[in-house]
């Protein structure tokens, strides 16, 4: 390996975070770093569905100090740590080989660039889409600034993440103005007199930020604004994130027969046995598809029209849920997810190329067939 400048545990998680920001996950996750310290130095990284002692060997024998995984290993609040259970054993032995273990769950499954489009992508989808969009995701931006300024506070916004609609960025509404305002004596107008009246123009630039970036926004702008005091304003939104949510769904090149479809969803994925519902329909061509447990996704795939509906973990009594209108098929939670571990290194990879990102050899799909 070529010789490279060190950097911390915390360079990587602040990428991964970056990209996949911890903000967007369920509110019963529990992402983000488990155990360990983030200001270490890294050395290598494993990349695993699961945390499992098997894993945790495999970290040791390649001398990796950092552990990421698709599942927490906690979902729950720990009160001891004793031994007394699998994941309290685990977590002691992180902490006596001073290992770091990093979670990246939800928040990845929520964004496009997750395992759903990785398997959209497999199996050809064209024209996808997130299935079920998360609301209540964004806040509008109203600012106003001296005419002047416009383009550099307008610049600042859309450079911290603001502005992005859908496949469109640089987004916002403008219109021209007076702004009126007087400045007291304990004052340092950039514009204006103290104690008098001052009319400027000013231009209202209005545009779209995500929730989860409003205080990098708001520092960007005000950095950039001449104002000593920056004139703004929040409104919540309730526009849908068209590239964020649960779940997605496309097309096929071309209709094609139901067992067909299984045959080549059951290739790509290599799952040992696919369960599913009756086959409905002379052919295939609307595909909805969630890794994980995606049974609470079954009504969205019906209602946008579905031809079959690809997850796991569906039990016996969701299945009845199809009703004649869709093909649900259960190919297994690890093999819905197994691609997690690939996505994740590639990207790891790419920006950190002198680095060591190894894909866990084990795996550890607790469900075995027969």
């Given amino acids: 390996m070529k010789e490279h400048n060190p950097i911390k545990i915390k360079d990587i998680i602040s990428f991964l975070e970056s990209k996949f920001p911890p903000a967007l996950q369920e509110n019963y996750d529990n992402s983000g770093l488990l155990v360990g310290s983030a200001d270490e130095v890294f050395q290598k990284a494993i990349i695993s569905i699961d ?9 040791l024998n390649q001398k990796a100090n950092l552990i990421i995984t698709h599942h927490p290993l906690i979902f729950k609040g720990l009160k001891k740590l004793t031994g007394s259970n699998s994941i309290e054993k685990l977590v002691i032995s ?8 990093y979670a990246i769950h939800t928040n990845f499954d929520n964004l496009t660039s997750g395992t759903n489009s990785f398997i959209a992508s497999r199996l050809g989808l064209l ?13 509008k931006l109203v600012v106003f600034c001296p005419v002047s300024h416009a383009n550099a506070v307008r610049q600042a916004i859309f450079e911290s993440g603001a502005g992005t609609i859908g496949y469109y ?5 403008n219109v021209e103005g007076l702004g009126s305002f007087r400045a007291s004596d304990e004052a340092n107008p950039f514009v204006g007199t103290m104690g008098e009246n001052h009319f400027e123009p000013e231009t209202r630039i209005e545009t779209i930020l995500p929730k989860h970036l409003k205080n990098k926004v708001l520092k960007a702008m005000i950095q950039a604004h001449p104002y000593e005091e920056v004139a703004y304003d929040l409104y919540p939104v309730e526009n849908h994130a068209s590239q964020i949510g649960a779940g997605v769904i496309g097309d096929l090149p071309e209709a094609i027969e139901p067992q067909v479809f ?24 609307r595909v909805a598809l969630c890794g994980g447990s995606g049974a609470f996704l079954i009504s969205d795939a019906i209602r946008q029209n579905a031809d079959a509906y690809i997850t796991g973990d569906i039990k016996y009594h969701e299945f009845f849920d199809a ?4 093909i649900l098929c259960d190919i297994g939670h690890y093999e ?24 866990s050899d084990i795996v550890t799909n607790p469900i075995n067939y027969f």
């Avoid at 945390?51 to 970290?59: G, K, N, R, S």
């Avoid at 992180?94 to 273990?101: D, F, G, P, Y």
């Avoid at 024209?127 to 806040?139: G, T």
């Fill in 94 to 101: 992180c902490i006596k080989n001073n290992l770091s273990l």
């Fill in 169 to 173: 960025d640089n987004c916002s509404f």
């Fill in 127 to 139: 024209n996808a889409k997130v299935l079920r969009p998360l609301e209540n995701q964004f806040l």
């Fill in 262 to 285: 299984l045959k080549k969803l059951k290739e790509i994925t290599s799952a040992a046995c696919i369960r599913h519902t009756q086959l409905v329909g002379n052919e295939v061509k």
């Fill in 323 to 326: 009703n004649g209108k869709l």
């Fill in 51 to 59: 945390f499992t002692e098997d894993v945790l060997q495999e970290a």
């Fill in 336 to 359: 819905s997810e197994q691609f997690t571990k690939e996505i994740l290194c590639d990207l790891l990879k790419e920006k950190f190329p002198t680095f060591a990102f190894l894909k």
